[in-house]
């Protein structure tokens, strides 16, 4: 049997995991209710105070996609570890490293559709200003998901026959994702207000130097992490 290519084998991949979501649903769903629980509760912690809430939006939406991302990348490798589907899938003609790519784009795809959920209900809650630049912030959004499901691949590929791997993956993703989430938190904070310096283009190319980062590292040592597994 001919080998299938990286870009080829990564589609299939990532096509595998859109169709498994789209039958069950049950990670969006669950990551969905999270995060909107985590928005409501920062909310009602800060008070009434409008000003103080619209000047922390950026960070509260960013933490609830943090919190459930923890569910979604645990997820992620849960049923190729149930029957040892993670070996079929070894054993098939297909580069370990498209299954990283496949892996970190449905991850990635996933909680940017969850952010995308998560800005209409920040506007209601936080009292922000979406058309300020629109497509800054959805790239701003996009480039921090990435950042999150890219490591987040890998971790949760390691973790995934640990007994407790619920407790180890965020242990072993949170400290390598603050700067990450530093850069994002501040290239939303700019997309949806006033911008008088100018420092949003710099961020979000932070934000792209981490996620090239995260992506080579990965896509270096996968191979070796599904290996040891």
């Given amino acids: 049997?001919?080998?299938?290519?990286?870009?080829?084998?990564?589609?299939?991949?990532?096509?595998?995991?859109?169709?498994?979501?789209?039958?069950?649903?049950?990670?969006?769903?669950?990551?969905?209710?999270?995060?909107?629980?985590?928005?409501?509760?920062?909310?009602f912690a800060m008070g009434p105070g409008i000003d103080v809430l619209r000047a922390?939006?950026?960070?509260?939406?960013?933490?609830?996609?943090?919190?459930?991302?923890?569910?979604?990348?645990?997820?992620?490798?849960?049923?190729?570890?149930?029957?040892?589907?993670?070996?079929?899938?070894?054993?098939?003609?297909?580069?370990a490293r498209s299954i990283f790519?496949?892996?970190?784009?449905?991850?990635?795809?996933?909680?940017?559709?969850?952010?995308?959920?998560?800005?209409?209900?920040t506007v209601a809650l936080y009292d922000v200003d979406l058309t300020r630049n629109p497509g800054l912030l959805l790239l701003a959004l996009g480039l921090g998901c990435l950042g999150i499901a890219a490591p987040g691949t890998v971790y949760s590929a390691m973790s995934s026959n640990a007994r407790a791997r619920d407790v180890m993956l965020?242990?072993?993703?949170?400290?390598?994702?603050?700067?990450?989430?530093?850069?994002?938190?501040?290239a939303t904070k700019f997309a949806l207000m006033k911008d008088v310096q100018e420092q949003l283009p710099s961020w979000l190319k932070l934000l792209t130097a981490f996620d090239l980062i995260y992506l080579s590292v990965g896509f270096l040592v996968f191979p070796r992490v599904v290996e040891d597994d």
Avoid: C
């Fill in 1 to 43: 049997m001919r080998p299938v290519g990286l870009v080829r084998g990564a589609w299939l991949v990532l096509k595998k995991d859109w169709q498994l979501e789209w039958r069950t649903r049950a990670r969006l769903t669950a990551t969905v209710f999270f995060s909107l629980s985590t928005l409501l509760l920062f909310s």
């Fill in 56 to 95: 922390h939006a950026p960070g509260y939406l960013w933490l609830g996609i943090l919190f459930a991302s923890i569910l979604s990348l645990g997820e992620s490798f849960r049923v190729e570890a149930e029957n040892q589907s993670l070996t079929g899938l070894l054993l098939a003609p297909v580069d």
């Fill in 101 to 121: 790519l496949g892996k970190v784009l449905g991850n990635a795809t996933l909680l940017f559709a969850l952010g995308l959920l998560l800005l209409p209900v």
């Fill in 170 to 186: 965020p242990l072993l993703l949170f400290p390598v994702l603050v700067p990450m989430l530093l850069a994002a938190v501040s």
